[in-house]
């Protein structure tokens, strides 16, 4: 199971409007973390405070699909 830039754009809009939880870092919860993808078109997550990535488990993956889900239905 994979996200699409699109699911993680709304899921960033659901996070904008207080309707989701923010992906935090796990080093310092204040961090910024952005999405990106790579060469092979896969999502990840990059954190501009500590500059560490990575890509999203299945827990992740289902909490985010999750809420686009609930948003949408």
Known sequence: MDLTIQEVTYYNDLVKNN?????E???NKEDTI????D?????FFYCLGCRSSFYPGIN????????I?????
């Open 60 to 67: 992740l993956i289902e909490r985010i699909k999750g809420y």
């Open 19 to 23: 309707k989701a939880l923010k992906i």
């Open 34 to 37: 952005i999405s990106r993808v």
């Open 69 to 73: 889900s609930l948003s949408t239905s």
């Open 25 to 27: 870092c796990k080093f």
């Open 39 to 43: 060469s092979s078109d896969k999502v």
